[in-house]
């Protein structure tokens, strides 16, 4: 450490770090553009001025740019000096020279970086009255809109998009005063973080398209913490509402998980809570079958007669919050309880929760992700799954380039530098998947090859590290010999696996793998991305019944009533095995969305979304996090558990009388071992900032508290009192940033109002919260266990030809995923339904790229994609379309050319049925 004088103030700071991160650390006010707490310094905006003093009795100092200024140990600074102020207040000018005066109508104000610096600096008034630069907009597609009149020529946007990111379809264009930042031509932007430009960009340039179609301003924004539901890695959102509708998502900082950034599924695919389609209202189906809306109390009326049946069968789901599934555990009882998982889901995350239970690896946080110096991909398509672990991977792979930098003497920080001196050189990272993935252009090694395959050559591997391991026959031998060379000689070394192929070999393989090398002596780290955003929630929590014994006790009678929590019961198992159980029985189905399940429902009740209801999701890493209701549920829309206390109350049961969530998640970590952390995740509602304020969810300008509702009633009606959570639905409270992470629900500090704000609310810069990151882990890999190295010795055997295709799964970043799937930005990024073949294959049964096939086992029709690298003898076929949301049948398939599909616009990625 060193200590640096300040304007006087002595300062302890890290050595080597430059002086623009070491003041904000310290949470002093220095303005910046061009500097990122993710990407680095590169001096560009010239915003950052301070004076850097010879010794104390120098008394003129030298101008400095603070973000490329390394600290050591009595160097002596101003921020306050009148030269360095004027010389920022005269950059500000420069900038405005060509900046519009559009603030009252750009979506930027009120939370505009440039704002914020503008007001910084002092810069009131504008003196140049010349023309001014303008520029032609591009689309950009649907989740981006584009301002280039509002450009500084930070070079933010690039630098995340195409040197962090790995975007190649976005470049800055133009010398000097004439800077274009956007694509060779208009056309949708391909990368899936392009989202975040909307963050990145310190001015109105790059904005949330979909936003705009229903705008309000920050502060007029309600907002709580909250988990993206889009996947397992739980990454911390905040979502944003106001007249009860979801406006927007931005990213919530968390050191360890998502940091700065976001995958677009998870920004832009929440719209699904605005959709016309979301159940409202309770109802029954009458004996005509005529589905009756009429309210809560005939339901819970017919509900408790349902329940009386001698056998009632709950199925839980990995998309609702542990405290709904466990509540459902307790009105059915264990004994009748499914966790609602398909059967190859469910044999996945019990052997993730055996793999990590049995040690040997440490499970790694997305920080962990980063810091790894050799990494093998196995099986898993990351970039469909869990998008924001490719993020991470990218930066893993500059690793060498960092510690090439080290040793030529350049800082860490100075990013232009780094990337000039290590040009191409990354550290290892190999890939076996069964398609292209959309991080290979970071791989030293590639493997295309079928799940059983890259087992095979998995299981090799382990052997190639330690010979007390498997072996298996592979004809990828160089692959093997390679990346198990790599990974013994790493110090970090990270193998990622996951639940995307539906392989239990490959996670096998991948246990191996990371065994093999602890057993070498290294400290391995081992990821597996297993679904869906609590799938490690649902599945440690023990259920006797498999899915297909639930739905067989169903249709068989065995059981006369289902209650079916938030799934949609035809993405996890034979449509036909599920209608069979659907017309035998009684269905009580609580969910917010209408699904093919709902639309068989006896009774309906209508949920609340993730952003009406509080809970908990439990991630690919075993962190619980607890998400928070952001707005009131309207109708009569309830959170899950509060109508499953309901049903009980109705059905004359008193064992699940729960006076808040808070009591329920207490009973679930004394119920069930594996998730006795959970009420530790965050503070109990009668948690108060200073033991004497609630925190509130609407920031100190929020307005039109009568206005906004002047159209119901003109008076203005008693706010709410949330006695749930620490939250207040008003601007009541105090939002300091002192109070623990998990309950922060918007960042803005005192001339700080965008989302720049957030190093106000961290211990240092790119820290954790100075009330801690959120969430609890509730496992991890811990200690080696004995006699790892006989756990899986059954490599897979080949696949055995037998005149059809081996249907694989492919997994689609837009499409895929059941809620994000109804957010209707993510519909206009969604493609047909697909199949890939090898052009071999494709030729064999007819067909071309673009075209149609189907099967008798698909279900409905896909349109074809070739790629050379396809394994012969396999189909990789879109999984999770609402087309055909159902596994994938195990048996080979056949395949058929379907006659009926044409090319739309001449796209064969759009087709639609003629």
Not at 117 to 122: A, D, E, K, L, R
Request: charged share 20%.
């Amino acid at each position: 450490m060193a200590h640096i004088v300040v304007d006087g103030t002595s300062y302890e700071v890290e050595e080597g770090q430059n002086l623009l991160e070491a003041v904000l650390s310290h949470h002093l006010d220095l303005p910046y553009f061009c500097w990122h707490p993710a990407m680095g310094s590169v001096g560009a905006c010239r915003q950052c001025a301070a004076i850097e003093y010879a010794d104390e009795d120098d008394t003129r100092g030298r101008l400095v740019m603070a973000c490329i200024t390394s600290v050591r140990d009595g160097m002596r600074f101003s921020i306050d000096a009148p030269h360095a102020e004027d010389f920022r207040k005269t950059v500000i000018e420069w900038l405005m020279e060509n900046h519009p005066h559009d603030c009252p109508v750009c979506e930027e104000g009120g939370e505009c970086h440039l704002q914020d610096m503008t007001v910084m600096t002092g810069h009131a008034s504008r003196r140049y009255r010349g023309t001014k630069r303008t520029w032609e907009n591009q689309d950009l597609g649907p989740f981006i809109g584009h301002e280039m009149n509002r450009c500084i020529t930070c070079y933010r946007c690039v630098r995340f998009y195409r040197d962090y990111a790995g975007g190649t379809d976005l470049e800055a264009f133009g010398s000097r005063g004439r800077m274009y930042f956007g694509r060779a031509e208009d056309g949708v932007l391909e990368s899936e973080f392009a989202g975040n430009l909307v963050e990145v960009c310190p001015t109105g340039v790059f904005t949330d398209r979909p936003f705009s179609k229903q705008y309000t301003r920050k502060w007029d924004l309600q907002s709580a913490p909250s988990v993206c539901p889009g996947c397992s890695v739980g990454c911390n959102i905040f979502p944003s509402e106001r007249y009860g509708d979801l406006k927007r998502i931005h990213n919530r900082y968390h050191a360890e998980v998502n940091g700065y950034f976001l995958c677009d599924r998870g920004r832009f695919g929440s719209h699904f809570v605005n959709a016309d389609t979301r159940l409202r209202h309770a109802g029954v189906r009458d004996d005509e079958a005529v589905f009756e809306a009429g309210g809560a109390a005939p339901a819970l009326e017919a509900a408790a007669t349902a329940l009386g049946a001698e056998r009632v069968i709950g199925i839980g789901s990995p998309r609702a919050s542990v405290e709904a599934n466990f509540a459902l555990r307790t009105l059915v009882g264990e004994d009748n309880f499914c966790n609602g998982l398909s059967a190859r889901e469910a044999e996945l995350a019990a052997l993730t929760i055996d793999i990590h239970a049995a040690g040997g690896a440490r499970i790694p946080t997305l920080a962990d992700v980063e810091r790894a110096d050799a990494v093998l991909v196995l099986g898993e398509d990351v970039s469909n799954t869990a998008a924001r672990v490719a993020l991470a991977l990218r930066q893993a792979a500059r690793g060498t380039s960092f510690e090439m930098a080290a040793s030529a003497g350049i800082p860490e920080w100075q990013d232009a530098g780094i990337r000039g001196h290590g040009q191409h050189h990354r550290s290892p990272v190999f890939i076996a998947s069964v398609l292209p993935t959309r991080i290979d252009d970071i791989a030293r090694e590639t493997l295309r090859a079928t799940p059983s395959d890259i087992a095979r050559s998995g299981f090799a591997i382990a052997h190639r590290i330690d010979s007390a391991f498997a072996d298996a026959g592979t004809k990828h031998d160089a692959f093997v010999q390679e990346a198990g060379t790599a990974l013994l000689n790493a110090e970090r070394p990270l193998i990622v696996t996951g639940a995307g192929c539906a392989d239990a070999s490959v996670l096998e393989a991948a246990a191996n793998i990371a065994w093999a090398l602890k057993a070498r002596g290294s400290d391995p780290a081992l990821l597996i991305a297993s679904g869906e955003a609590n799938t490690m929630g649902v599945a440690a929590m023990s259920a006797s019944l498999s899915m297909d014994a639930a739905l067989d006790a169903a249709a068989s009678g065995e059981a006369d009533t289902l209650v079916v929590l938030e799934n949609d019961l035809y993405r996890r198992a034979d449509a036909a095995r599920v209608t069979a159980a659907l017309e035998a029985a009684q269905v009580i189905v609580l969910d917010a969305l209408e699904t093919p399940t709902a639309e068989a429902a006896s009774i309906a009740l209508p949920a609340a979304s993730y952003a009406e209801s509080t809970g908990t999701f439990v991630n690919y890493e075993g962190r619980a996090q607890r998400f928070y209701r952001v707005f009131e549920p309207t109708d009569e829309i309830a959170p899950s558990w509060q109508w499953i206390a309901r049903l009980a109350a109705a059905a004359g049961r008193n064992d699940c009388t729960w006076d808040g969530i808070d009591a329920v998640t207490r009973a679930c970590a004394a119920a069930v071992s594996a998730l006795s952390g959970i009420g530790a995740v965050a503070p109990a509602a009668d948690y108060r900032v200073e033991a004497q304020t609630k925190i509130p969810r609407q920031p100190h300008r929020y307005s039109g508290r009568t206005a906004m509702r002047a159209d119901v009633n003109i008076h203005e009606p008693k706010t709410t009192v949330d006695t749930e959570t620490p939250f207040s639905y008003s601007m009541e409270g105090e939002n300091t940033g002192g109070q623990p992470g998990s309950v922060v629900p918007y960042v803005w500090t005192p001339g700080w109002n965008s989302n720049q704000s957030v190093f106000k609310f961290q211990q240092e810069v790119g820290g954790p919260l100075r009330g801690g990151d959120p969430g609890v882990r509730l496992f991890d890999g811990g200690t080696a266990n004995e006699g790892l190295a006989a756990r899986f010795r059954e490599a897979p055997e080949p696949p055995r030809a037998n005149g059809g295709y081996r249907l694989v799964p492919s997994h689609a970043l837009f499409g895929s995923e059941e809620l994000s799937a109804r957010s209707w930005p993510i519909l206009e990024r969604r493609r047909a339904p697909y199949l890939v073949l090898h052009p071999e294959d494709a030729e064999r049964i007819g067909v071309e790229a673009g075209a149609g096939i189907t099967g008798p086992s698909l279900g409905a029709s896909f349109a074809v994609r070739t790629d050379e690298h396809m394994a012969r003898g396999a189909a990789a076929v879109a999984v999770g379309y609402a087309e055909a949301p159902g596994p994938l049948p195990d048996d080979a398939a056949q395949l058929l050319p379907d006659p009926d599909f044409v090319p739309v616009d001449g796209d064969p990625n759009v087709i639609a049925r003629g």
